[in-house]
């Protein structure tokens, strides 16, 4: 044991090293100071394990010394205050920054050995639990650096596999649990925060809330996270999982979905994996908890955006009313059920709806949507990964839009005519009725139209409403009554009688011959 005498009195400071038999205490090695300054020095310089101080000195006193020390010094030694003051204050502040032992000077040789072993049970108390904390970090460094590298070169089986586990110390008889965390939405306030520092984020989130827990984990610092329960787990995983989520979402806004696989043996660990990283591409619902068998018994399903659903898109974006388009969206795309909600399904919504806002705009404004569309993107490439991210996608477009100076609008006459049947396909649609809607005579308006289009007006809304029927037979399982409603005929009859004589068939014939 070390120890630092610090007195200012030099004849008491000289002295104690010969006057107590300081080596059958334990006691190595000697340092002295004569001032607040050299024992700072001396507890930079050396690992001092006890510390034998004076409260009252020159340029500070000994409580400033202990105060500084554990601020300071990695490794604050076990201090023993010796001192003529008796003050409750000096006792109170003794006891408050840990001191061993609080002695009146001059002290008993018995008192002062009494103090030195105490002091010494604790500093070897405190060596015992620094040993165990170093040796509970190491074993927890060699699992996760163990899964690091299986999962960095694949390694699954064989010879290989044999000398990963015996270098870090791994049964190769184990089974574990993996799980998949990631990542799917960032709210606005925290849009700006890169990959990485998310998931550095979250990565000590996920160690203060399963401390306890035998785990290992997997950061790629890419807002995904692996981690893997070995057998016998203390707790449920799906249920430390609930309260992962749960203060994601409340301290950070941040939306997590967790992917928890089967309890597997070594050798199958990358298989499984695999169908847990395919489970994130397929669910896009988060914040959420997938079991093995939500994630083996689910299967994706083609994203199709219905004619009535887009149509009312495409007439509150024409019109500018933002706001009612997101809640519309916003309605639309949470009653989505998880088959439908995953990321190549979302990622062909995005597309599907910014391609019909694109049609009738001029070219300037495309340019402008075009632009605003590339710098979203460049901001977060995610949105996809999630129903709030798609969200967040048109929310930060329909602001920048506004944001710009100038509106964007429909191209043309003719365009803002197409748009308008296009919005209004379930209605009858008179030559009239769409010719006030943009205020030109009916007649000139026709001709116009017949001349840009090549068709008259009346030819160009039954084309569209026999092209929207078809589509409907054809991928929805609606009633042709049904159908004939959404594209203006309440009468069945007459809805059957018009879509034979444009296709030929009836449209129950159409359904048969066309259905997938």
């Known amino acids: 044991m070390k120890l630092l005498l610090v007195d200012d009195d030099k004849i008491i400071i000289n002295s104690m090293p010969a006057v107590f038999p300081w080596e059958d205490w334990g006691i190595t090695g000697i340092w002295i100071a004569l001032s607040i300054k050299q ?138 649990q993996p799980v998949l965390v990631t990542v799917k939405h960032h709210s606005f306030k925290i849009r700006d925060v890169n990959h990485s520092l998310m998931s550095f984020v979250l990565e000590n989130v996920l160690r203060e809330m399963l401390r306890g827990e035998k785990f290992a984990l997997v950061n790629n610092y890419n807002e995904r996270l692996w981690l893997f329960f070995p057998e016998n787990c203390i707790r449920d995983p799906s249920q430390l999982f609930v309260q992962v989520i749960g203060w994601m979402e409340e301290k950070y806004h941040c939306a997590l979905s967790c992917y928890l696989g089967r309890m597997q043996a070594l050798a199958d660990w990358e298989k499984e994996c695999e169908l847990l990283q395919q489970a994130d591409e397929r669910f896009a619902v988060s914040p959420g908890i997938y079991t093995a068998s939500q994630i083996r018994h689910t299967h994706p399903m083609p994203f199709i955006l219905p004619n009535t659903i887009k149509c009312s898109f495409l007439g509150l974006f024409s019109a500018g009313k933002y706001a009612e388009l997101l809640q519309k969206m916003q309605e639309y795309f949470l009653a989505l059920t998880p088959e439908q909600c995953n990321t190549a399904s979302l990622d062909a919504a995005i597309r599907r709806i910014d391609q019909e806002f694109e049609r009738g705009l001029d070219t300037i404004a495309r340019e402008q949507f075009q632009k605003i569309q590339v710098q979203l993107f460049k901001d977060n490439p995610n949105y996809t990964r999630s129903i709030p991210g798609v969200l967040e996608y048109y929310e930060r477009m329909f602001a920048c839009i506004k944001e710009e100076k100038r509106e964007i609008v429909p191209e043309s006459i003719i365009e803002r005519v197409k748009l308008y049947i296009s919005i209004n396909m379930q209605q009858e649609l008179s030559r009239e009725e769409v010719s006030a809607y943009v205020g030109l005579h009916p007649d000139y308006l026709n001709r116009l139209f017949k001349k840009e289009t090549g068709v008259s007006l009346k030819e160009y809304i039954a084309d569209e409403k026999v092209h929207m029927a078809c589509e409907l037979l054809e991928q929805t399982d609606f009633l042709v009554g049904e159908i004939g409603e959404m594209v203006g005929y309440v009468n069945f009859s007459s809805f059957t009688t018009f879509f034979k004589n444009r296709t030929g068939l009836t449209p129950v014939a159409w359904r048969k011959e066309h259905s997938k």
């Not at 554990?70 to 003050?87: F, Q, R």
């Not at 030195?116 to 460094?141: N, S, T």
């Open 39 to 176: 024992a700072k020095k001396i507890l930079k310089e050396e690992q001092i394990d006890i510390l034998l101080c004076d409260i009252e000195m020159p340029m500070g006193t000994g409580i400033e010394l202990i105060e500084w020390m554990h601020k300071e010094v990695p490794v604050p030694a076990v201090t023993i205050l010796l001192t003529c003051h008796s003050e409750f204050q000096y006792a109170k502040r003794a006891l408050q920054l840990g001191c061993s032992n609080y002695l009146l000077k001059p002290a008993e040789e018995s008192e002062l050995k009494k103090a030195v072993l105490d002091a010494e049970e604790k500093v070897m108390e405190f060596r015992k639990q620094e040993k165990e904390r170093k040796r509970r970090e190491q074993k927890i460094h060699n699992i996760d650096a163990f899964w690091e590298t299986l999962m960095a070169h694949h390694i699954s089986c064989g010879e290989q596999l044999q000398r990963v586990c015996e270098e870090y110390e791994i049964k190769e008889q184990i089974h574990f």
